[in-house]
């Protein structure tokens, strides 16, 4: 019984934490433009997420290595040096976007300035990732984030014509007034908001906090292969939400509040409580993920002693890159830059960086000199090359598109 609590639990926090302010912003920015025609990038996004974490997770497990001991041993000093300055920027960039975020959110339940919240929520972020157990702190924010699956009920509350949003998402095509590049750009924004690097980072290196081994890899596939594809159900519900309200009434996603929008028209003051309280959730738990991911990464890479099992004071630098990370955040949004527009430039520059970290954890999942028997099997490694060309494809077009579009303009 245990053990099956301990994995309904892992589910259910996959569910919650899979959804953060790159997933939010994108998914209704998309629905309101395209409706569900791009539909079929989140579920690319979901199956190739799956993939990753489930590799990370078993390398992690297996070798007892997180993802940047790995690089710097696969790729040397010079080259991993290299890659961890590309990820901890793009880690940099979604942790602001993502403290942004919960500003955001406060703001929708105070009317208070977000300028004002930002050092509050990065404090609130610090404090925690300071005093709260690892496990109690993935959990809580996990399972608040379930509030988000009010945009699934308010999308049954608002009665749509389900055979419409049924025919924009099995058979996609470019609406009228939207050029091809804008679509693939908006395409490629969606695959980074769903595979954002820091999440396998944070995967990785959470296995090594909690422990796991050989025998947790059974209930580590549940987890990922079950939460995360529900997870993306919500990001679907997120865009049909926008599809439905503010794609007839032609308006363009540019703040929180109409995000949350299709949900009060559905649900009323209580629907727009709980979307604010998963809101909160969501960004709350990713910016604690992103912060950890700051020094998950310079940490492992330097040799340093890392993570939330040791104490703070056995741990001093891997704790002070988090705090330099944070005040970076502050500092950035306190120049007043919007943080839905930095939030659609890390989904994509996410997209860019994914092959820094996909290449070395794909290689090592198939070395037999660090997993054993427990190396990739001819499906998953059929899957991974077919997601290594996707990931590729994506990383290269990202930034093209990006100048061509006017950043989807």
Same mark, same amino acid.
């Given at each position: 019984?245990?053990?099956?609590?301990?994995?309904?639990?892992?589910?259910?926090?996959?569910?919650?934490?899979?959804l953060?302010?790159?997933?939010?912003?994108? #998914?209704?920015?998309v629905?309101?433009?395209f409706?569900?025609?791009? =539909?079929?990038?989140?579920?690319?996004?979901?199956?190739?997420?799956?993939?990753? *974490?489930?590799?990370?997770?078993?390398?992690? =497990?297996?070798?007892?290595?997180a993802?940047?001991?790995?690089i710097?041993?696969?790729?040397?000093?010079? /080259?991993?040096?290299?890659n961890?300055? *590309?990820s901890?920027?793009? #880690?940099?960039?979604?942790?602001?976007?993502?403290?942004?975020?919960?500003?955001?959110?406060?703001q929708?339940?105070?009317?208070?300035?977000?300028?004002?919240?930002i050092?509050?929520?990065?404090?609130?972020?610090?404090?925690?990732?300071?005093?709260v157990?690892?496990?109690?702190?993935? #959990?809580v924010?996990?399972?608040l984030?379930?509030?988000l699956?009010?945009?699934?009920?308010a999308?049954?509350?608002?009665?749509?014509d389900?055979?419409?949003?049924a025919?924009q998402?099995?058979?996609p095509?470019?609406?009228?007034?939207? $050029?091809?590049?804008v !679509?693939?750009y !908006?395409?490629?924004?969606l695959?980074g908001?769903?595979?954002?690097?820091y999440? /396998?980072?944070?995967?990785?290196?959470?296995?090594?906090? %909690?422990?796991?081994?050989?025998?947790?890899?059974?209930?580590?596939r549940?987890?990922?292969?079950?939460g995360?594809?529900l997870?993306?159900?919500?990001?679907?519900a997120?865009?049909?939400?926008?599809?439905?309200?503010?794609?007839?009434?032609?308006?363009?996603?540019s703040?929180?509040?109409?995000?949350?929008?299709?949900?009060? %028209?559905?649900g009323?003051?209580?629907?727009l409580?709980?979307v604010?309280l998963?809101i909160?959730?969501?960004?709350?738990?990713?910016?604690?993920?992103?912060?950890?991911?700051?020094? +998950?990464?310079?940490?492992?890479?330097? $040799?340093?002693?890392?993570?939330?099992?040791?104490?703070? *004071?056995?741990?001093?630098?891997?704790?002070?890159?988090?705090?330099?990370?944070?005040?970076?955040?502050?500092?950035?949004?306190l120049t007043?830059?919007?943080? /839905?527009?930095?939030? %659609? !430039?890390?989904?994509?520059?996410?997209?860019?960086?994914?092959p820094?970290? !996909?290449?070395?954890?794909?290689?090592? *999942?198939?070395?037999?000199?660090y997993m054993?028997?427990h190396?990739?099997?001819?499906?998953? #490694?059929?899957?991974?090359?077919? +997601?290594?060309?996707i990931?590729?494809?994506a990383?290269?077009?990202?930034?093209?598109?990006?100048?061509?579009t006017?950043a $989807?303009?």
């Amino acid at each position: 019984m245990k053990k099956l609590l301990g994995v309904a639990l892992g589910v259910l926090t996959a569910i919650g934490g899979f959804l953060d302010i790159g997933d939010l912003v994108t #998914n209704a920015v998309v629905g309101s433009r395209f409706g569900l025609s791009l =539909a079929w990038v989140v579920v690319v996004g979901v199956i190739g997420i799956c993939v990753f *974490a489930q590799m990370s997770g078993r390398v992690a =497990a297996v070798s007892g290595r997180a993802t940047f001991e790995i690089i710097r041993e696969r790729l040397g000093p010079r /080259v991993g040096g290299a890659n961890l300055v *590309a990820s901890f920027l793009i #880690n940099l960039l979604t942790l602001t976007a993502e403290i942004g975020g919960i500003a955001l959110a406060l703001q929708l339940a105070s009317d208070i300035q977000p300028k004002l919240w930002i050092p509050v929520a990065a404090f609130a972020v610090w404090l925690v990732l300071w005093r709260v157990k690892f496990q109690v702190m993935e #959990n809580v924010t996990g399972l608040l984030g379930l509030c988000l699956v009010v945009f699934a009920v308010a999308l049954f509350l608002l009665g749509p014509d389900w055979s419409e949003l049924a025919s924009q998402a099995l058979t996609p095509a470019i609406p009228g007034g939207e $050029g091809s590049a804008v !679509y693939w750009y !908006y395409a490629v924004a969606l695959f980074g908001a769903a595979m954002t690097p820091y999440e /396998v980072f944070f995967f990785s290196s959470g296995a090594v906090e %909690e422990g796991w081994s050989v025998k947790d890899l059974g209930q580590s596939r549940i987890n990922v292969l079950i939460g995360f594809p529900l997870g993306g159900l919500l990001s679907i519900a997120i865009a049909a939400c926008a599809a439905v309200v503010l794609l007839p009434a032609g308006i363009d996603v540019s703040s929180l509040s109409q995000v949350v929008l299709p949900v009060a %028209e559905a649900g009323g003051k209580l629907a727009l409580v709980i979307v604010i309280l998963g809101i909160f959730a969501a960004t709350f738990g990713a910016a604690l993920e992103t912060s950890l991911s700051s020094g +998950y990464t310079v940490a492992q890479f330097f $040799g340093w002693s890392w993570g939330k099992f040791r104490k703070p *004071a056995q741990a001093a630098r891997f704790h002070l890159t988090m705090i330099i990370a944070l005040l970076i955040a502050i500092g950035v949004l306190l120049t007043g830059v919007d943080p /839905v527009a930095v939030t %659609e !430039y890390s989904v994509v520059f996410s997209a860019v960086a994914l092959p820094l970290t !996909y290449i070395p954890i794909l290689l090592v *999942a198939n070395d037999p000199g660090y997993m054993g028997k427990h190396v990739n099997g001819r499906v998953t #490694n059929a899957v991974a090359m077919v +997601y290594l060309v996707i990931i590729m494809v994506a990383s290269l077009a990202a930034i093209p598109l990006m100048i061509i579009t006017g950043a $989807g303009a």
